[in-house]
């Protein structure tokens, strides 16, 4: 047993309905009990999905335990299959329907419907939802694809992309398009917006084009097995990982095409001197491993912000953020437990999150500025407007996207001289942001969150930066504090931190001005 | 259009035979409960033993996720919890005591069994007897079952508030109990209202903390205030009080026809009541009048979804003069009921449980003007060209009582006015 308040994922059943609901005449008859059906709304109202999505759920309730849950199953089965007449049907169970072991799959096949019935299997109490999406992409691919002649021109499939994703859809347009520049056509995208008739296809292409390991990587294996397809391993995230995947892409079609990058933008406005500012800037990196690898290259190697630490939820990938971890000098966090996220956050004190919905959350109670970078998605994540993560286009709203918390560049500077300034100060925090600035509490802000925290649920946690050190073993004298508090907010914490460890390690018990900006030097990088 | 309350002639809906549906429910389980609870509820906490599912929900069913200090969580059922490798009492036992050792406000703890908890038999009443053995006199643990298998979204609450009522303790004092978590600020309108009429001794369940739990006798007189609390309902008749029964008070002839029964049941003068409500029947009557506007006429299409269906159907119908083609209810509490049914002239189905397939093809061949579902099947009932208001809002919203009655209203307009307001044709 284990306590939890948020979830980084849903159960794997919510990722097969992922898989189903991104695709097309296919349909997934889930026996489940009344009450999962919660989970069309996050695909009509957080996608704003104009249909429902293509899911029959049996809604057994307590008296149907005692009878037949196993009829009751066959029926929506039938029932499903002459409503919709989909081209192949995934039947399953979700985690109670599991407990009472009906084999929705043994059922469904003495059916003798005329369509691939698919049935799966997704342990609900050990998986979560990116298995749930790999899972089931692969038992599609493996009952439907069919042995066939390559394509006489270059093709290829864009394997990954569902229902839910983080910018899925926008991602598929834009590396379409790459792929075209390069002189490479998509045989077929899928999971999300392919049918069962386009999935028995996939084998015509010449190799697959994986975007996101976490909901494909098992198909694109088995169809590089058995349908001699290999796959692309760089997913093309920023500057340097789309030129990595353009060269990928050239090795494995045999191409010398190249790609037109008079609309990249990313490298001018990182090298322009507005952007001087952001130099340095220590950035916290948390969501699924793909998104984390790419924003951690990005972040280093094309903004030249600081990584201060990183980590990612999906446990099937912690070997590979451990070592990306090392790469970049900080112990990589893998956990699916957000009070740890938070805590490493608060540790690591950085000026930005590149997170997920829940670090957004964390970042806007510790006051700390966050762009969202993965999944966990909430409707703001479905804009209307294009905005890819991959490709040059991707590089480009990616600038955007993590230069929008920050402060900006003069308006930085501003803060730092005139700090003091009863309307003009750091608490008012970014002038973009809107939000009317009060006046200057003597002292400024605490600058961490409200009664509210959800803090109180883990109250042995650090409660944020207390000013005056209570455990006794450093005190601030009182004019020190006072210039601590004259550091802008962003800041405050880190130089906080520094001075106490620059004092401790000399053995002092009180920290003067002069302590204060010993420390500054010492640290000066 | 009428200008005053649309009150039948006729015989109400309460002997219109029932349409009984059983298929595939498009409706939230009773844990859906716990998002209001636990606000309402400033000192308890709610433990879900359930699995990643249960969790999901609740993350998902808020809309947003609230970040604001969430009382609840999710004790999450592991493989080796149901392979009886760990024995899940003393699993449970140790997150408790965890979770009240980081948590010393918290004095009541409910255990909310799931789907899951319930297939697998773990007998939470035990846990919850036990675990209060061990945290009195700190904390006192309940438990009930907010399971989709047993629960239907606003189920969850009438569990929680059943369980309650073994622990109220005895009282011989004539009393009144409104019953039915209610937003703070309408609970203190309400309690306004009574003590203006003369109705000093109230008290409201749910309480906002444990030690304000109502006492409960043989003179005890309650009314409910929302459609769904028919166990709470029984619970309490067992335990010798009597329920007052009345229109739900929605609306102004909703409130003024609840205030009413209950005055009636205290001897309030009838030239008390009238000086007490004039004013906020006023008040009321002019609120709707604006929305009423955009609704007379209209027709109005209920999915079943909060068992609030019946009394709002009451409202659309006799005070904003809307037409019901069906009223869809999950469960259809006659008893409790029936003084709306009665109040709705005969015409709308009245149908209970679902299929939704097949309700989905009666909506659309029905074409009403708004359409109340689901956030699972409003867009794509709009994008459909039906014009619909998503249910979960009117539990999270402030609806009850007089001076709700315009905002009630409201939620049910906007729809309609934000169509006619959406323009995207070319000027010409």
Excluded at chain 1, 358 to 377: D, N, Q, T, W, Y
Excluded at chain 2, 130 to 151: C, D, K, M, W, Y
Excluded at chain 2, 307 to 334: S, W
């Amino acid at each position: 047993m284990k306590l939890t308040v948020w979830t980084y994922e849903g159960p794997p059943h919510v990722g097969a309905m992922r898989v189903a609901t991104g695709m097309k005449d296919l349909h997934y008859v889930l026996h489940a009990p009344q009450g999962d059906t919660y989970a069309d709304l996050l695909f009509t109202m957080i996608e704003r999905r104009d249909h429902r999505p293509p899911v029959t759920f049996t809604t057994f309730q307590a008296r149907d335990l005692g009878s037949d849950t196993a009829s009751l199953f066959k029926d929506a089965c039938l029932d499903a299959y002459e409503r919709f007449k989909p081209e192949a049907i995934i039947v399953g169970a979700s985690c109670t329907a599991e407990l009472i072991q009906d084999d929705p799959g043994g059922l469904a096949e003495t059916m003798g419907l005329p369509i691939p019935v698919i049935p799966l299997e997704l342990p609900s109490y050990q998986r979560k939802e990116n298995f749930g999406c790999d899972e089931t992409f692969f038992q599609i691919v493996r009952h439907l694809a069919q042995p066939q002649e390559k394509t006489p021109h270059l093709t290829a499939n864009i394997l990954g992309p569902t229902g839910l994703g983080f910018r899925h859809r926008d991602d598929v347009t834009e590396i379409t398009g790459l792929l075209e520049e390069l002189g490479v056509t998509v045989n077929v995208a899928a999971p999300m917006g392919a049918s069962p008739v386009e999935i028995a296809r996939l084998p015509a292409a010449h190799f697959n084009v994986l975007l996101y390991p976490e909901t494909a990587e098992a198909a694109a294996r088995w169809l590089e097995r058995n349908h001699d397809q290999p796959y692309t391993k760089t997913v093309p995230i920023g500057v340097g990982a789309t030129q990595d995947f353009i060269a990928e892409i050239r090795t494995l079609a045999g191409l010398e095409g190249r790609s037109d990058i008079s609309r990249l933008r990313l490298p001018w406005y990182a090298k322009s001197v507005d952007s001087t500012y952001l130099t340095g800037k220590r950035v916290f990196i948390f969501g699924d491993a793909t998104h984390v690898k790419a924003a951690a290259r990005i972040a280093r190697d094309e903004m030249g912000f600081e990584v201060c630490g990183l980590g990612c939820y999906n446990r099937e990938f912690a070997r590979d953020i451990r070592a990306l971890g090392r790469e970049f000098g900080v112990d990589a966090l893998i956990t699916d437990d957000y009070l740890e996220v938070e805590a490493a956050i608060m540790e690591a004190a950085p000026e930005m999150i590149l997170g997920t919905q829940m670090e957004r959350h964390i970042g806007k109670r510790l006051g700390i500025g966050c762009a969202v970078i993965s999944a966990p998605v909430h409707v703001q994540d479905f804009p209307a407007r294009y905005s890819p993560q991959m490709g040059w286009e991707g590089a480009n709203v990616i600038f955007d996207t993590w230069v929008h918390p920050l402060v900006m560049g003069l308006e930085e500077h501003l803060l730092h001289m005139f700090r003091e300034d009863f309307e003009f100060h750091d608490d008012a925090g970014a002038s973009h942001h809107g939000g009317h600035p009060g006046p200057r509490v003597e002292g400024g802000q605490p600058p961490v969150g409200d009664a509210d925290s959800p803090r109180d649920i883990s109250g042995s946690m650090e409660a944020g930066v207390p000013v005056v050190q209570t455990d006794g073993s450093i005190v601030w004298e009182e004019a020190a504090e006072r210039e601590l508090k004259k550091i802008p907010f962003f800041v405050r914490g880190k130089a906080k931190r520094n001075t106490e460890a620059f004092a401790v390690e000399r053995g002092m018990s009180e920290i003067s001005i002069e302590t204060l900006y010993e420390a500054k030097a010492h640290f000066a990088r | 259009m009428k200008d005053g309350p649309n009150i039948p002639l006729s015989t109400g809906c309460r002997d219109t035979p029932v349409l009984r549906e059983r298929g595939q429910r498009e409706v939230f389980c009773g844990l859906t409960g716990i998002i209001w609870l636990h606000r309402k509820m400033q000192d308890a906490f709610f433990l879900v033993v359930g699995s990643r599912t249960c969790a999901h929900l609740l993350q998902s069913a808020a809309g947003v996720m609230i970040f604001a200090e969430p009382r609840f969580g999710t004790a999450i059922l592991e493989e080796k919890d149901l392979a009886g490798l760990a024995d899940a009492h003393e699993e449970l036992d140790r997150e408790v005591a965890r979770l009240l050792s980081r948590r010393p406000d918290i004095r009541q703890l409910f255990l909310v069994g799931s789907c899951p908890s319930e297939v697998i038999k773990l007998d939470l009443a035990r846990a919850a007897e036990r675990l209060t053995r061990v945290h009195a006199p700190q904390v006192r643990v309940v438990n009930f079952s907010g399971s989709g298998i047993e629960t239907t979204f606003t189920q969850g609450e009438d569990a929680c508030l059943a369980a309650q009522v073994p622990i109220m303790g005895d009282t011989d004092a004539r009393e009144l109990v409104v019953v039915g978590a209610l937003p703070d600020v309408v609970e203190d309108q309400a309690k306004a209202l009574l003590n203006d009429l003369g109705i000093d001794k109230v008290s409201f369940f749910p309480s906002r903390t444990a030690d304000a739990l109502p006492e409960i006798g043989p003179n005890t007189v309650f009314a409910l205030t929302q459609p769904f609390l028919g166990d709470t309902h029984a619970a309490l008749t067992r335990r010798g009080a009597r329920h007052i029964s009345a229109p739900f008070p929605f609306g102004e002839v909703g409130t003024t026809q609840w205030l009413a029964a209950v005055a009636a049941e205290f001897g309030v003068d009838q030239d008390l009541f009238d000086r007490v409500t004039a004013a906020p029947r006023a008040r009321a009557q002019k609120a709707i009048a604006a929305h009423r506007e955009t609704l007379a006429g209209k027709s109005v299409f209920f999915f079943p979804d909060s068992q609030l269906e019946v009394p709002l159907a009451r409202f659309l119908v006799n005070e904003c003069g809307m037409d019901a083609l069906e009223i869809g209810t999950p469960y259809l509490h006659k008893a409790l009921c029936g003084p709306d049914l009665d109040l709705i002239p005969q015409g709308p189905i009245i149908s209970e449980g679902q299929d939704v397939d097949k309700q989905l093809d009666r909506a659309l061949s029905a074409n009403p003007d708004l359409t109340v579902c689901g956030l699972g099947l409003a867009n794509p009932l709009e994008a459909q060209n039906l014009r619909t208001k998503w249910a979960i809002e009117l539990v999270f919203t402030p609806v009850h009582f007089y001076e709700q009655a315009g905002d009630l209203a409201g939620l049910f307009s906007r729809p309609l006015r934000r169509s006619e307001m959406l323009h995207f044709e070319a000027a010409e």
